[in-house]
């Protein structure tokens, strides 16, 4: 089956400081896409990163910062120095048939 | 031009109106999608669009009504509508149509938020 877990329902952090959100997936494929997406109070959903299983390298752009682990079928993402603007839900899913399986999504809220 | 818009933003409606909602991008892309995404959850899928064909109808009520008019296009047609169809509707569009062979990202419009009464 294929199936996206995002533990964390609600993370609350001071500005500046570091987080990471969680993202554990299951699938039987052995080629498959990952992404995130981030979705603000306006309501749009904001591609932030693909990144397909044969690619392990950690990837970084900006204050972002992406795990992903295979071992452990996980797919971490990690914001440096967070700034109000990060306050968001943010989306794990994972392709299956050209359809997105998304996770449920963890609500950042970044307080100043 | 690498957004998807949508129209219009907001939309009311009684259970007996007919009304319809717009989605367009001008990047060339060959898969256009519907989603639905109710408060705090995920958004699901509705419909896909593939090279101006309808490709994926994950069971969606009748009452719903895709229309692909050209590869920029995409409505969403809606009659009879229930209170519980209430939600953000969101249109996406990806690079390449289902049959690319690879995944590729979806970008998604502002979306519509619909209330039925």
């Known amino acids: 089956a294929q199936k996206v877990t995002q533990a964390q329902t609600e993370i609350s952090v001071v500005e500046k400081e570091d987080v990471t959100l969680d993202c554990v997936y299951e699938t039987r494929d052995t080629t498959y896409y990952l992404f995130w997406y981030k979705q603000p109070p306006s309501g749009e959903l904001v591609f932030l990163i693909r990144?397909?299983?044969?690619d392990e390298q950690n990837e970084i752009s900006g204050r972002y910062s992406w795990n992903f682990q295979k071992s452990t079928s996980s797919f971490n993402f990690t914001i440096t120095a967070s700034q109000v603007v990060d306050s968001a839900v943010y989306f794990c899913?994972?392709?299956?048939?050209?359809?997105?399986?998304w996770g449920a999504g963890t609500k950042l809220i970044i307080k100043p | 031009d690498t957004e998807v818009t949508q129209t219009p933003k907001h939309l009311v409606m009684g259970m007996t109106n007919k009304k319809s909602l717009k989605c367009e991008q001008h990047m060339g892309h060959r898969a256009m999608y519907w989603y639905k995404q109710k408060a705090k959850k995920p958004p699901e899928l509705m419909f896909v669009?593939?090279?101006?064909?309808?490709?994926i109808n994950e069971s969606v009520p009748s009452r719903f009504s895709p229309e692909c008019p050209n590869s920029s296009l995409l409505n969403l047609h809606l009659h009879a509508l229930q209170p519980e169809d209430s939600a953000l509707y969101l249109c996406?569009?990806?690079?390449?149509?289902?049959?690319?062979?690879?995944?590729?990202?979806?970008?998604f419009g502002p979306g519509t938020r619909l209330t039925v009464l």
């Open positions: 996406a569009s990806s690079q390449e149509g289902l049959a690319g062979g690879s995944y590729n990202e979806q970008f």
């Open positions: 990144r397909n299983s044969f």
């Open positions: 669009y593939s090279y101006e064909k309808l490709s």
């Open positions: 899913a994972l392709d299956s048939n050209y359809q997105l399986i």
